[in-house]
């Protein structure tokens, strides 16, 4: 069997025995941490030398220079096939008008006795933008980082990548021409927590100055180097390990519901894909069709490890309602609903990243060209987090602006306030002006 099933039929589905009964992955964040924590420090003491010696340490490589190349860069563009150059502007067209579209205006609040408070949405000047490499290459991440930053006005913009050693140590080429076609020049060629800890904290011997914000996916290690940057800089959400859930009746279509959960479980080995459903039968048809599409798959080994880890179940409840129950509880990242009666379980859902409703929308049309973002929150955070997106770059300011007639109208008021709360000095500021 490629899955487990967990029975929670007839079972009391708190958050706490939904945890329990199908836990995430068996390394957990806060042990990531721990390493994470190290790698950080030496970066942020040693700089290119503790790159230099964790780089070797576990990819058995050494990236020099750290900075891509401008010639690198355009040599990737040119070099690009054509056919996913297209594939590619097609992707950043559609993110480009998704972003557009989700902007924030400028809002004037007019208060009946005068005085104006206005909201408006100031940019996250600089930029650390994160994309992963090691077990595939990520030309999807450049474009969900860079577009949306764009599109909210950042004016700094630094990528930065694992090298690979199929290619000599350099970042991948077809990040690099992604990279070029939206007009990023400054890609730094360092991954996993080293690279979070040269964004957060600069590495003056290559001129890397500190950024404001660190966006982007990784691994775990990444997600906990990014928790302990995190006040330094800002940060989007803890986008580690990717995770799947699936609610879904028996109107559903089980090969496509594997398929799905084939396609998660295809990025790592720790990656969770879990099936919630009120149909046994729908359940052992789709077990049915991963026994018979893991040993076809590229990454078959890999798949067959995730979906067999302790982060991956095919979980029968009671019903619909059970499920979407189960669902809030969990918090995942990608949320597929497949059921007869899509509309009615969505009004239902608060906690997911983002969520795809039918038998035609799957996460691999959100990883790449549905203009949705798969930059999105892991591990449960979708409970607080929201994915990227523009607002991600986006400050929102107040400006206040009242005359000193319309400050006559409130300025009893504010001393009382004042007052009442030991602060006198703050009334005697509002009461003065109007001697």
Known sequence: MSIRIADLRGQRLTPSAIRELVPRAALDITEAAKSAAQVIDAVRSRGVEAIAELSQRFDGFVADPLWASQSELDAALTQLEPGLREAIEESIARVRKTSRDALPSTVTTRHQSGGTVTTRYVPIESVGLYVPGGKAVYPSSVVMNVVPAQIAGATRLVIATPGQKDFGGRAHPTVLATAKLLGVTEVLVVGGPAAIAALAYGVHQIGLQPVNLITGPGNIYVAAAKRLVRGTVGIDSEAGTTEILVIADETANARFIALDLISQAEHDEAAASVLVTDSEALAHAVINHLDELIPEATHSERIATALAGQQSAVVLV???????????????????????????????ITNAGAIFIGNYSPVALGDYMAGSNHVLPTGGTARFNAGLGVHTFLRAQQVVDYSASELALIAQKIDTFARAEGLDAHGQAVTERLK
């Open 318 to 348: 009671d019903s619909i309602e059970a499920a979407i129950e189960f669902a809030n509880a969990y918090a995942t990242e990608h949320l597929e609903i497949v059921t007869a009666d899509d509309t009615n379980v969505l009004t239902q």
